[in-house]
């Protein structure tokens, strides 16, 4: 039981560390997706994903940008773009953007 | 005496982590996106990094497949891939050989999408279009799954590593059953 508040206060510590934007979030561990504002093109023929990476806040690299994963994959016309959020006792984070379009 | 107790207790967080971190192990998205579009569904292997035998390089590709009726390329996924180098920048590609088990294929349709440089790496972006009977070749055999880069006067050997196996086993269910 110790150990468990232990654990607590130390991801409650922690999780203002490591931090991601999300519509939710969890104190020890978060794994989420969730929608963007879709555009008026329906059609979604490819995919191109971007990610960003934080350890304890300390570090954080990346390029998460809508222009960054659309590039990867080539995209010119989007129709929608989808958020993941991964994130463990605020200790190492990620954040992924999920663009779709032609 | 204080000094166990904080080495027990490092444990414990330890262990709950691993298996915090095991969690998503059990969940497809972690390996794929299946979205689904009026007439048709598109499928996202999302993408594998692996390392080439040569030092410094590593291989990033990931695949989109759509069973859009009336599509030219229905019959053939996409692989979009990353070649990271700390040397040379590597900007174009002759051909790709996959090796699955006894079987190898070859595409030789890979076009350039853009070259960048990331600190002290060289990360060039390349789309090439596989047969889907290809793909689900390599993926069915990810155990013995070599990608063999040709560049210019350059080969990068790239065997499929253990999370390269993992996803090819999670996307193949999904692909079969189209």
């Not at chain 2, 035998?53 to 692989?79: I, L, N, S, W």
């Not at chain 2, 996959?98 to 349709?109: P, V």
């Not at chain 2, 290809?134 to 990608?147: D, G, P, Q, W």
Request: net charge positive.
């Amino acid at each position: 039981m110790k150990n468990f508040i232990i654990l607590f206060a130390l991801a409650g510590l922690l999780s203002g560390c490591a931090f991601t934007a999300a519509p939710v979030s969890g104190l020890i561990y978060t794994d989420l997706q969730y929608g963007g504002v879709p555009t008026s093109n329906p059609v979604a023929t490819k995919v191109g994903t971007a990610e960003v990476t934080s350890i304890l806040g300390i570090v954080a690299t990346g390029n998460a940008s809508i222009n960054e994963a659309a590039q990867k994959a080539n995209i010119s016309q989007i129709s929608h773009v989808d958020y993941e959020v991964k994130s463990i006792l605020g200790i190492y984070a990620t954040w992924t953007i999920y663009v779709y379009g032609e | 005496m204080y000094t166990k107790i904080m080495f027990r207790r490092a444990g414990f967080g330890l262990l709950l982590l691993l298996f915090l971190q095991g969690l998503p192990a059990q969940s497809s998205g972690k390996f794929i996106k299946q979205v689904e579009q009026d007439s048709f569904t598109l499928y996202f292997a999302l993408p594998v990094s692996m390392k080439a035998e040569e030092a410094r390089v590593k291989f990033e590709p990931d695949f989109t497949y759509h069973d859009y009726e009336g599509a030219p390329g229905r019959d053939q996924v996409t692989m979009n891939f990353s070649l990271f180098t700390k040397e040379d920048p590597v900007k174009q590609i002759e051909r790709i050989e996959f090796q699955a088990g006894q079987e190898s294929f070859t595409t030789k349709n890979v076009s350039f999408l853009y070259l960048e440089k990331n600190g002290r790496k060289w990360h060039t972006r390349f789309s090439a279009l596989v047969p889907v009977s290809a793909y689900r070749a390599v993926l069915e055999k990810a155990e013995s799954t070599v990608f063999e880069i040709h560049a210019e006067k350059r080969t990068f050997i790239v065997p499929g590593n253990r999370k390269w196996r993992k996803s090819a086993g999670i996307v193949a269910e999904y692909l079969t059953n189209q």
